[in-house]
T-cell receptor
Framework: KAGVTQTPRYLIKTRGQQVTLSCSPISGHRSVSWYQQTPGQGLQFLFEYFSETQRNKGNFPGRFSGRQFSNSRSEMNVSTLELGDSALYLC????????????FGPGTRLTVT | LAKTTQPISMDSYEGQEVNITCSHNNIATNDYITWYQQFPSQGPRFIIQGYKTKVTNEVASLFIPADRKSSTLSLPRVSLSDTAVYYCLVGDDFGNEKLTFGTGTRLTIIP
């Protein structure tokens, strides 16, 4: 079956702009989690959505938000971009919430200039 | 949330068995232990998961002692393609906790 897909794969934005990233989970998976990965901070959890409800949220400012649609597809939005938001944003899907096996997408590489 | 501690880096030669240990002293009764592998510019890939004793699959084994305060990922006969970062995670399957990957262990296989 098809894996997790993320669009776009690469993105360049300017400080102050906003950005929306999209994630399509594996068919049948209801949980979608988002992570930010940077060389300095490693892989950090942003939030998890399960059946359109946010289950957990990491320690990120309110500029980072997300949502999940009825077909389990998810979007994350970052408003008022800062240089420090430059990172690889990874989406992972799983059948259930929690520590069950997660399948990661290829990520979206965001560069903020 | 149980915190995990792993070695920052390890080197090994091709063909050897590699053991990476993860400490999780505050593991809770409902927590499972999961390991992921990540190559540069790719998302992590699930390797193995266990609750206690030993679990084995086609790529690795996971050893968990009775007190469950640590776990060891064992990779048999490593090759250059096993060079990656390995993460240990601890959490329950109820979805009540955010999953923390930690710093991981950077494994380098030497030819």
């Amino acid at each position: 079956k098809a894996g997790v897909t993320q669009t776009p794969r690469y993105l360049i934005k300017t400080r102050g702009q906003q950005v929306t990233l999209s994630c399509s989970p594996i068919s049948g998976h209801r949980s979608v989690s988002w992570y930010q990965q940077t060389p300095g901070q490693g892989l950090q959890f942003l939030f998890e959505y399960f059946s359109e409800t946010q289950r957990n949220k990491g320690n990120f400012p309110g500029r980072f938000s997300g949502r999940q649609f009825s077909n389990s597809r998810s979007e994350m939005n970052v408003s008022t971009l800062e240089l420090g938001d430059s990172a690889l944003y990874l989406c992972a899907s799983s059948f259930a919430s929690g520590i069950g096996e997660q399948y990661f997408g290829p990520g979206t590489r965001l560069t903020v200039t | 949330l149980a915190k995990t501690t792993q070695p920052i880096s390890m080197d090994s030669y091709e063909g050897q068995e590699v053991n990476i240990t993860c400490s999780h002293n505050n593991i809770a009764t409902n927590d499972y232990i999961t390991w992921y592998q990540q190559f540069p510019s790719q998302g992590p890939r699930f390797i193995i998961q266990g609750y206690k004793t030993k679990v084995t699959n086609e790529v690795a084994s996971l050893f968990i002692p009775a007190d469950r305060k640590s776990s060891t990922l064992s990779l048999p006969r490593v090759s250059l393609s096993d060079t990656a970062v390995y993460y240990c995670l601890v959490g329950d399957d109820f979805g009540n906790e955010k999953l923390t990957f930690g710093t991981g262990t950077r494994l380098t296989i030497i030819p």
